[in-house]
C-alpha cells in the first residue's frame, strides 16, 4: 500500500509516467499549482509547498526505489515538481495577484530555464546528481538547478 501511495507521489500523479520526455512532464504539469501557488499566496504559499514537497518527495523516492537497482528512474519526477516551484521563489511576489502579459512570459521563462539548468547539470547540480546516490540526492540536483533558474529569471523579469 504504501508503495503504491508513495510511487503516485514520485509520478506526482502519474505525470511521470508519459512515454515522452517524462521530466518535461513533471516539470510542465507543475505550473498549474505554481501559478496557484503565486498568484493567491505568493513567496510564502510557494516556499512552504515546496518544503514540503520536498520532504514527501525524499520519502517516496527512498520508498519506491529500495527495492531497485535505479534510484533515479525516469517516471520519477516529483524532484522536477520541487525545482519547477523553486525556479519562481525569487520572482514570486511579482506574480502574486497579477494577471498581466508580462506575468506568462515570466512562467513560460522559468520553465524553460529549469529545464535548461536541469539538463545541463553543471556545479552543486551535478555534485547532487552523481555523488549523492540516494533519495536526498534525486532531489537536491533539482533544487539546486530551480535555484539557478530563479536567478537568471529575476534578472530577465528586471526587463520586462
Same mark, same amino acid.
Given at each position: 500500500m504504501?508503495k503504491?501511495?508513495a510511487m503516485t507521489?514520485a509520478t506526482f500523479?502519474g505525470?511521470?509516467?508519459?512515454?515522452?520526455?517524462?521530466?518535461?512532464m513533471g516539470?510542465f504539469a507543475?505550473?498549474?499549482?505554481?501559478?496557484?501557488?503565486?498568484?493567491?499566496g505568493?513567496?510564502d504559499?510557494? #516556499?512552504?509547498?515546496?518544503?514540503?514537497?520536498f520532504?514527501?518527495g525524499?520519502w517516496?523516492v527512498?520508498?519506491?526505489?529500495?527495492d531497485?537497482a535505479e534510484?533515479d528512474?525516469?517516471k520519477?519526477?516529483?524532484d522536477?515538481?520541487?525545482?519547477?516551484l523553486?525556479?519562481f #521563489?525569487i520572482?514570486a511576489?511579482?506574480?502574486?495577484?497579477?494577471?498581466?502579459?508580462?506575468?506568462?512570459?515570466?512562467?513560460?521563462?522559468?520553465?524553460g #530555464?529549469f529545464?535548461l539548468?536541469?539538463i545541463?547539470?553543471f556545479?552543486?547540480?551535478k555534485?547532487?546528481?552523481?555523488?549523492?546516490?540516494n533519495a536526498w540526492?534525486?532531489m #537536491?540536483?533539482?533544487?539546486?538547478a530551480?535555484?539557478?533558474?530563479?536567478?537568471?529569471l529575476?534578472?530577465?523579469?528586471r526587463?520586462?
Open positions: 504504501f503504491k501511495f507521489i500523479f505525470a511521470g509516467l508519459s512515454p515522452v520526455a517524462p521530466g518535461t516539470s507543475t505550473l498549474p499549482l505554481a501559478f496557484v501557488l503565486s498568484y493567491f505568493g513567496r504559499a510557494l #516556499l512552504l509547498a515546496a518544503v514540503i514537497i520532504f514527501a525524499v517516496a527512498n520508498e519506491s526505489t529500495k531497485s534510484k528512474p525516469g520519477i519526477v516529483i522536477e515538481v520541487v525545482g519547477q523553486c525556479s #521563489l520572482v511576489n511579482a506574480l502574486e495577484h497579477n494577471l498581466e502579459p508580462k506575468v506568462w512570459l515570466m512562467y513560460a521563462l522559468g520553465f #530555464l529545464r539548468f536541469d545541463l547539470k556545479g552543486p547540480v555534485w547532487a546528481d552523481t555523488k549523492l546516490k540526492g534525486v #537536491l540536483d533539482d533544487v539546486f530551480g535555484f539557478f533558474a530563479a536567478v537568471v529575476m534578472l530577465l523579469a526587463g520586462l
